[in-house]
Nanobody, 122 residues
Framework: QVQLVESGGGLVQAGGSLRLSCAAS????????MAWFRQAPGKEREFVAN????????YYADSVKGRFTITRDNAKNTVSLQMNSLKPEDTAVYYC???????????????WGQGTQVTVSS
């Protein structure tokens, strides 16, 4: 498994931007597909975006398509989520996840970070 630490969350007004980062430990980061999920209070954890091992393929939830961008830097063992045009409904704890297989379901990911809070005020 790989250890993951997220950063970059905070409070932002609607329409603003935030950039989340996830730092991974280990020498095999490039072997892992990566994803971002989020969980709002009282709701299930939901898929936000994923990226394949090389970074050449990405996939987004419809709710964030066109506003969020996932990227990775295998040389620095990091994956990022650039979030633009934020809405109050984007408020949630955001989690970075890793697994050898690319997916969209939380249960398919074996490694998780501790989460970072994103709050969007109206």
């Amino acid at each position: 498994q790989v250890q993951l630490v997220e950063s970059g969350g905070g409070l932002v007004q609607a329409g603003g931007s935030l950039r989340l980062s996830c730092a991974a430990s280990g020498r095999t980061f490039s072997s892992y597909a990566m994803a971002w999920f989020r969980q709002a209070p009282g709701k299930e954890r939901e898929f936000v975006a994923n990226i394949n091992r090389s970074g050449g393929r990405t996939y987004y939830a419809d709710s964030v398509k066109g506003r969020f961008t996932i990227t990775r830097d295998n040389a620095k063992n990091t994956v990022s989520l650039q979030m633009n045009s934020l809405k109050p409904e984007d408020t949630a704890v955001y989690y970075c996840a890793a697994d050898l297989i690319l997916g969209v379901e939380p249960r398919t990911f074996g490694s998780w970070g501790q989460g970072t809070q994103v709050t969007v005020s109206s």
